[in-house]
């Protein structure tokens, strides 16, 4: 058997190992049921299929849990597929949750630093206050910096929210360098927290998808929430400040259409929703850049609704 991750399977691969399904179904052929499956790994995904199914495959496969599979790669419509020999349900002590879920590349303790790092450089003390506030409740803290900023799209993996946050305060403090008009309190309030409510968004587990509280009241809202009730722990907290901390939160995906219950209308909040766009775009250009093996075309992106060019490989 051949011990590879997702992303260096090669047709032929005899493979024993453990996987997250990320979707399941039943379906039919001319040979009777057989299952459609997508799984997953800290490096990717790929598509399976198991012809010759059993009790479990039938009546007790969801989608969420982690499998032990034996099975062969090959290949379908021009693209790996592994075929599924025999598949059972993963005990927990037999994998690790870093080897089924895509984590940050960056560590942990160098992503806190970071985060914290931001902090000593606000310089009002009503902004500072409520920033403690957050990065100073431990149990915040570790869920900030072990939650994702996305499900799919942009920075889709254990200890992406943390990275993304940071890396759009950065880049805000930056974009201040050159305006002196700009708070740069706000800004950098609005870099750490503008995606704080993917903390709740999204549950993680074997694999990372929405929670009932995301699906039905959003990161935004949810981070707006939160904003307040901190605010209200502070003592004389300043009503038209946190009008404008809440206006950062609530107008940071820069259009209605797309989410944001207003648009910005302050300049901190122009940069901040620039900033974001940016990383975020950049965080999915980089994925599909990494897919694609960091040169040549792309496939087509819906998201973007064009094809993406990363240059010709080295030596051409």
């Known amino acids: 058997m051949v011990d590879k991750r997702i992303a260096e399977f090669a047709p032929g691969d005899k493979i024993t190992a453990f996987f997250a399904v990320r979707r399941a179904a039943l379906k039919e052929s001319y040979r009777g049921p057989f299952v459609s499956l997508e799984l997953g790994d800290n490096t990717g995904r790929i598509a399976a299929v ?3 199914t059993d009790q479990f495959s039938l009546t007790e496969l969801e989608e969420g849990m982690v499998v032990k599979i034996r099975g062969t790669v090959g290949e379908y419509q021009n693209r790996p597929q592994l075929v599924v020999e025999k598949m059972r ?22 992503r806190r630093a970071r985060v914290l790092s931001f902090l000593e450089k606000v310089e009002n003390s009503y902004v500072r206050s409520l920033l403690d506030a957050f990065f100073g409740d431990a149990a915040f803290l570790d869920n900030y910096l072990r939650a994702a900023a996305g499900k799919l799209w942009h920075h889709a993996y254990v200890g992406g929210l943390s990275e993304h946050s940071a890396n759009v305060t ?29 903390i709740a968004q999204y549950d993680i587990g074997a694999s990372i998808d929405y929670s009932d509280r995301g699906r039905l009241l959003g990161h935004i809202n949810l981070a707006d929430e939160w904003v307040c009730e901190k605010a209200a722990g502070i003592e004389n907290f300043p009503e038209a400040l946190l009008t404008k901390l809440r ?17 910005p209308q302050l300049p901190e909040a122009f940069v901040l929703y620039y900033c974001d766009e940016i990383d975020s775009k950049m965080g999915a250009i980089e994925r599909i850049r990494n897919k694609s093996g960091g040169s040549g075309w792309s496939e087509f992106v819906k998201m973007l609704d064009r094809y993406l060019y990363f240059g010709e490989k080295e030596g051409k």
């Open 247 to 263: 206006h950062m939160i609530l107008s940071h995906h820069g259009e209605m259409a797309y989410g944001a219950p207003v648009v």
């Open 170 to 198: 950065d880049l805000a403090v930056k974009v201040a360098v050159g305006y002196d008009f700009l708070d740069r309190d706000l800004l950098i309030f609005g870099g750490l927290l503008h995606d704080a409510g993917k």
């Open 89 to 110: 349900p993963a005990k927990d002590d037999e994998y690790r949750l870093e080897d089924i879920l895509p984590h940050s590349s960056v560590p942990l303790e160098q």
């Open 50 to 52: 198991q012809w010759d």
